[in-house]
């Protein structure tokens, strides 16, 4: 067994824990799965629950699923509709979790449950949000390891948060960080990013990866592009969700402001000199700076109006509180 970080010895935490695994047609690993989670929870003496997400599969992992949970205390069984993607799974464990922290790990076996103190300790150095890097990863052709490094190093460059393995699926969360994020489409890898958004503190670990021992990867290259196409959605998010008029009024300022200069240029050169301008290209590109800064300014009080109705509809607030320290004397009890 490969294992590139040692089993450190974790102080029992006395927080309850959520395991949460999205299911999509892994019949043969489930049984091992819940077994792994269990002896790791129990060594460890956690106050834990397992829920796992039954993302509409078709090859009987429904059926065992339900066995499952009826016969252990310690699963609950969401058994969604139909296959909705890993990211809807993954939310739908979420809300249902009771759990003071959050494991969100892959029903493949791929991750080890026997990471999941390592998350714990790290954070309780004081982080809202753990994840895990396969730094041994076991999935070794070229056609999925080279997309994720390049998807990687972009993703950090653009959300400002720098992780090794934005990919892995085995993760620690404070519960009220994952509250606050809305997800939808494949954003689950961009779950660091959104957060941080939101304020979350946020650290990574090395952790084991084994290879796929039955059934098959969901996924196949394609995934490169919806990945890169997200993270435009993601970078769009973080630069303009507070103030649109700040990019595009300021880009539109300043291509009015270049135009006014040149068609004043201009102006001057046919009202004091006399000089025909009606064929220059300058022309041409004075018409279009001052055009373009027009649409760019309405541009950016659209964007004001659609953020202000985002915001409002969803009731969502434009901080977040990490904690009240003190309370009124007014109101305490004497
Ligand atoms: N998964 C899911 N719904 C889907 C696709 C995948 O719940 O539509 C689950 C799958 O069962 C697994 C996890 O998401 O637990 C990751 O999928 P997979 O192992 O295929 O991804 P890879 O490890 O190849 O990136
Ligand atoms: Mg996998």
Same mark, same amino acid.
């Given at each position: 067994?490969?294992?590139?970080?040692?089993?450190?010895?974790?102080?029992?935490?006395?927080?309850?824990?959520?395991?949460?695994?999205?299911?999509?047609?892994?019949?043969?690993?489930?049984?091992?799965?819940?077994?792994?989670?269990?002896?790791?929870?129990?060594?460890?003496?956690y106050a834990y629950e397992i829920i796992c997400v039954d993302d509409g599969s078709k090859d009987g992992s429904t059926a065992?699923?339900?066995?499952?949970?009826?016969?252990?205390?310690?699963?609950?069984?969401?058994?969604?509709?139909?296959?909705?993607?890993?990211?809807?799974?993954?939310?739908?464990?979420?809300?249902?979790?009771?759990?003071?922290?959050?494991?969100?790990?892959?029903?493949?076996?791929?991750?080890?449950?026997?990471?999941?103190?390592?998350?714990?300790?790290?954070?309780?150095?004081?982080?809202?949000?753990?994840? =895990?890097?396969?730094?041994?990863?076991?999935?070794?052709?070229?056609?999925?390891?080279?997309?994720?490094?390049?998807?990687?190093?972009?993703?950090?460059?653009?959300?400002?948060?720098?992780?090794?393995?934005?990919?892995?699926?085995?993760?620690?969360?404070?519960?009220?960080?994952?509250?606050?994020?809305?997800?939808?489409?494949?954003?689950?890898?961009?779950?660091?990013?959104?957060?941080?958004?939101?304020?979350?503190?946020?650290?990574?670990?090395?952790?084991?990866?084994?290879?796929?021992?039955?059934?098959?990867?969901?996924? =196949?290259?394609?995934?490169?592009?919806?990945?890169?196409?997200?993270?435009?959605?993601?970078?769009?998010?973080?630069?303009?969700?507070?103030?649109?008029?700040?990019?595009? =009024?300021?880009?539109?300022?300043?291509?009015?402001?270049?135009?006014?200069?040149?068609? =004043?240029?201009?102006?001057?050169?046919?009202?004091?000199?006399?000089?025909?301008?009606?064929?220059?290209?300058?022309?041409?590109?004075?018409?279009?700076?001052?055009?373009?800064?027009?649409?760019?300014?309405?541009?950016?009080?659209?964007?004001?109006?659609?953020?202000?109705?985002?915001?409002?509809?969803?009731?969502?607030?434009?901080?977040?509180?990490?904690?009240?320290?003190?309370?009124?004397?007014?109101?305490?009890?004497?």
């Open positions: 067994m490969s294992s590139p970080a040692p089993i450190t010895e974790a102080p029992a935490t006395t927080q309850t824990l959520s395991i949460v695994v999205p299911i999509y047609n892994e019949v043969e690993s489930l049984p091992h799965l819940i077994q792994a989670i269990a002896s790791v929870m129990q060594a460890h003496n065992l699923l339900k066995k499952l949970a009826t016969e252990r205390e310690d699963l609950r069984a969401i058994i969604l509709r139909r296959n909705y993607g890993q990211t809807p799974a993954m939310a739908a464990g979420f809300q249902h979790a009771q759990g003071e922290i959050i494991i969100s790990l892959d029903a493949d076996l791929q991750n080890d449950p026997a990471d999941i103190p390592n998350l714990l300790q790290k954070m309780n150095e004081g982080y809202d949000l753990v994840s =895990g890097w396969r730094k041994e990863r076991q999935d070794n052709q070229w056609t999925r390891l080279l997309p994720s490094k390049i998807a990687n190093a972009l993703i950090g460059r653009v959300t400002g948060v720098n992780l090794h393995d934005y990919g892995c699926s085995l993760k620690a969360y404070r519960t009220e960080i994952l509250a606050d994020l809305n997800l939808y489409g494949e954003l689950h890898r961009f779950i660091p990013a959104l957060a941080f958004i939101e304020g979350a503190t946020i650290s990574e670990i090395p952790v084991r990866h084994h290879a796929r021992q039955f059934g098959s990867s969901k996924y =196949g290259l394609d995934r490169t592009f919806r990945v890169l196409l997200d993270l435009l959605t993601v970078w769009f998010m973080k630069k303009f969700l507070t103030r649109p008029m700040h990019v595009f =009024g300021y880009l539109g300022i300043i291509f009015m402001l270049v135009g006014f200069i040149l068609g =004043g240029y201009l102006s001057f050169l046919k009202l004091f000199l006399g000089q025909a301008i009606g064929d220059r290209p300058l022309l041409l590109l004075v018409a279009i700076l001052l055009l373009a800064g027009v649409q760019l300014f309405g541009f950016g009080l659209l964007g004001e109006l659609l953020i202000r109705t985002y915001h409002e509809s969803q009731g969502r607030p434009i901080y977040r509180v990490r904690s009240i320290v003190g309370q009124s004397k007014h109101f305490s009890a004497q």
